[in-house]
């Protein structure tokens, strides 16, 4: 009898690496000259949610390039962050609310699975909760399918997780 083997499919974030890469772009902030007096401030608001304050919109920019560069040298996407739309705060600042995405929903898990089947590989792909279950008898297969995945200029990270 042969031998399922598989890996799953998911989009995580590591939310260690981000808390890491907030607090080295907060201290870029507060030791950077263009900054000084600045009220420009990163926090994590919520398990998937970092709030961007700045004095005002072209200081807010560089607060996000500055996180978008601590993303980069912490090897996380920058395909996780959605930026909200900028709005007005209190004390005449501005605010930016950035929500991690984490999960494959929906419309991208079906879309990854078509995908998977359109390739005629002889595996199968199921949808689990926020993730994709790859199933096949040959492991060449599913090594084809993860260099498939690979090679499409998703808007979201991927990554393979759990190969057996």
């Known amino acids: 009898m042969a031998k399922e083997h598989s890996f799953d499919l998911v989009s995580e ?16 902030i507060t030791n950077r000259y263009d900054f000084k007096g600045s009220k420009s401030s990163i926090e994590r608001t919520g398990d998937e949610q970092v709030t961007l304050i700045s004095d005002d919109e072209y200081k807010l ?3 996000i390039d500055i996180l978008k560069s ?3 040298k912490r090897g996380l996407s920058q395909k996780t962050m959605d930026f909200g739309k900028i709005e007005r705060a209190a004390g005449g600042t501005v605010r ?11 419309e991208r898990a079906k ?8 390739s005629k590989l002889k595996v199968k792909a199921q949808i689990q ?6 199933t096949g008898k040959n492991i060449d297969d599913l ?9 499409q200029d998703l808007d979201f990270p991927v990554q393979f997780v759990n190969m057996r």
Request: without cysteine.
């Open 13 to 28: 974030v590591n939310l260690q690496e981000v808390d890491n890469a907030i607090n080295l772009a907060m201290k870029e």
């Open 61 to 63: 920019e560089s607060v």
């Open 70 to 72: 601590k993303f980069i």
């Open 96 to 106: 930016q609310v950035v929500t991690l995405l984490s999960g494959i929903e929906g």
């Open 111 to 118: 879309k990854l699975t078509k995908l998977i089947r359109d």
């Open 129 to 134: 909760n926020d993730q994709i279950r790859v």
């Open 143 to 151: 090594q084809q399918v993860i260099q498939l995945v690979k090679e």
